[in-house]
């Protein structure tokens, strides 16, 4: 390609570079829904995170983005990410020059920040000698065009499960707000022992990207919230990203009934991919969508390692941070409900 790349970062309150950028990420395929240019509002004004949106650009025209967002804190460290609360990350670029300068830059932002490490969150590896995390996979499967084929093509006896939730006289209604979401979230979060996140960034959520952030909430048969997703849409994908359920919900098969709800609704709306995001291998959430018939792709997270040795295990392996939650589980709600925005803001 001719011609000289720079460097440029986003500024949030240009409406006409977030159009440039948001042009971009709708216009090229390796481009996800979290290199959106809204996560930069999001990041700052509800976790106060500095961040660097970098685009690389040649002749005027934008060939590659870079989203980054600096984490610190004393309990997990220092760390430029991209992007944190986001799953997928990491270069997207044109070609091979206008990654290597974004990459270049980041890593400078990295230096100047003096972090313990730098962390992509790749889909497809890129660097064969960099330290990368093995934890998680990702489960995405095509929906199919017609309702009674996807149903069909849910393993028997997850299928079974979604049936019982439509014999207990459960239904989805689309909601306008956070509310019901929330009050689910923040319990079924609780029970597992992690703060939540505050009510404020979904709310956020759903005001950035609009129509593009749904929630979707089950009822049980006298009209009592039970379960309730909320989902991203990108392209013609879903992505169901956030969830919480009560504890009837397992009984009332609600969890199964809801992913087939939005499963139900998306092939209606004519998209093509259903993407059930990230787990950690070997959780209950991997078991989950594995009975669904999903098969799980690798995550390619790399690391730059600047003052620290080994990879950051923020994550439930750490034998740190099953203490962590064993000790949560056991504070009064009142605590939690104090302490949980201040620690969760820098897990990411």
């Given at each position: 390609?001719?011609?000289?790349?720079?460097i440029a970062?986003l500024?949030?309150?240009?409406?006409?570079a977030?159009a440039?950028w948001?042009?971009?990420?709708a216009?090229t395929?390796?481009a996800?829904f979290?290199?959106?240019?809204a996560?930069?509002?999001?990041?700052e004004?509800v976790?106060?995170?500095?961040?660097?949106?970098?685009?690389?650009?040649?002749?005027?025209?934008?060939?590659?983005?870079?989203?980054?967002?600096?984490v610190?804190?004393?309990?997990?460290?220092?760390?430029?990410?991209?992007?944190?609360?986001?799953?997928?990350?990491?270069?997207?670029?044109d070609?091979?020059?206008?990654?290597?300068?974004?990459?270049?830059e980041a890593?400078?932002?990295a230096?100047?920040?003096?972090?313990?490490?730098?962390e992509?969150?790749?889909i497809e590896a890129?660097?064969a000698?960099w330290?990368?995390?093995?934890?998680?996979?990702?489960?995405?499967?095509e929906?199919?065009?017609?309702?009674?084929?996807?149903?069909l093509?849910?393993?028997?006896?997850?299928?079974?499960?979604?049936?019982?939730?439509i014999?207990?006289?459960?239904?989805a209604?689309?909601?306008?707000?956070?509310?019901?979401?929330?009050a689910l979230?923040?319990?079924?979060?609780?029970?597992?022992?992690?703060?939540a996140l505050?009510?404020?960034y979904f709310?956020?959520?759903?005001?950035?990207f609009?129509?593009?952030c749904e929630?979707?909430t089950?009822?049980?048969a006298?009209?009592?919230?039970?379960?309730?997703v909320?989902?991203?849409y990108f392209?013609?994908?879903?992505?169901?990203y956030?969830a919480?359920?009560a504890?009837?919900?397992?009984e009332?098969?609600a969890?199964?009934?809801?992913?087939w709800?939005l499963m139900r609704?998306?092939?209606?709306?004519g998209l093509?991919?259903f993407?059930?995001?990230?787990?950690?291998?070997?959780?209950?959430?991997y078991?989950?969508?594995k009975?669904w018939?999903?098969?799980?792709t690798?995550?390619?997270?790399?690391?730059?390692?600047?003052k620290?040795?080994?990879?950051?295990?923020?994550?439930?392996?750490n034998p740190?941070y099953r203490?962590?939650?064993?000790?949560?589980?056991?504070l009064?709600l009142?605590?939690?409900?104090?302490?949980?925005?201040?620690?969760?803001?820098?897990l990411?």
């Amino acid at each position: 390609m001719s011609g000289t790349v720079t460097i440029a970062r986003l500024d949030r309150h240009d409406a006409n570079a977030v159009a440039r950028w948001e042009a971009y990420v709708a216009a090229t395929p390796a481009a996800t829904f979290f290199h959106r240019a809204a996560w930069q509002n999001i990041l700052e004004d509800v976790f106060g995170h500095p961040t660097f949106f970098l685009s690389a650009e040649r002749s005027r025209r934008i060939v590659g983005i870079l989203p980054l967002a600096q984490v610190k804190s004393r309990l997990f460290g220092n760390a430029l990410v991209s992007l944190p609360f986001c799953v997928y990350g990491g270069v997207v670029a044109d070609d091979v020059e206008a990654a290597a300068a974004l990459e270049a830059e980041a890593e400078s932002i990295a230096r100047e920040c003096e972090v313990e490490h730098l962390e992509y969150r790749n889909i497809e590896a890129r660097h064969a000698d960099w330290p990368r995390q093995d934890l998680y996979v990702t489960f995405r499967k095509e929906i199919l065009p017609d309702e009674e084929a996807n149903m069909l093509a849910i393993p028997r006896k997850q299928r079974a499960m979604v049936r019982k939730g439509i014999k207990n006289g459960l239904r989805a209604e689309i909601d306008t707000d956070v509310e019901r979401f929330f009050a689910l979230y923040a319990d079924n979060v609780r029970r597992h022992g992690t703060p939540a996140l505050p009510k404020r960034y979904f709310t956020r959520l759903m005001a950035e990207f609009g129509p593009d952030c749904e929630v979707l909430t089950v009822l049980d048969a006298q009209g009592t919230p039970v379960s309730s997703v909320l989902s991203f849409y990108f392209r013609d994908e879903v992505l169901p990203y956030y969830a919480g359920d009560a504890l009837r919900a397992r009984e009332l098969a609600a969890n199964d009934f809801k992913y087939w709800e939005l499963m139900r609704r998306s092939c209606a709306r004519g998209l093509k991919v259903f993407d059930y995001g990230r787990s950690k291998v070997g959780a209950g959430s991997y078991a989950f969508k594995k009975n669904w018939g999903f098969e799980p792709t690798p995550l390619n997270y790399e690391y730059r390692l600047y003052k620290r040795e080994g990879i950051p295990q923020n994550n439930p392996n750490n034998p740190k941070y099953r203490l962590m939650i064993a000790t949560w589980r056991r504070l009064p709600l009142w605590l939690t409900n104090r302490l949980g925005p201040l620690i969760v803001r820098n897990l990411g």
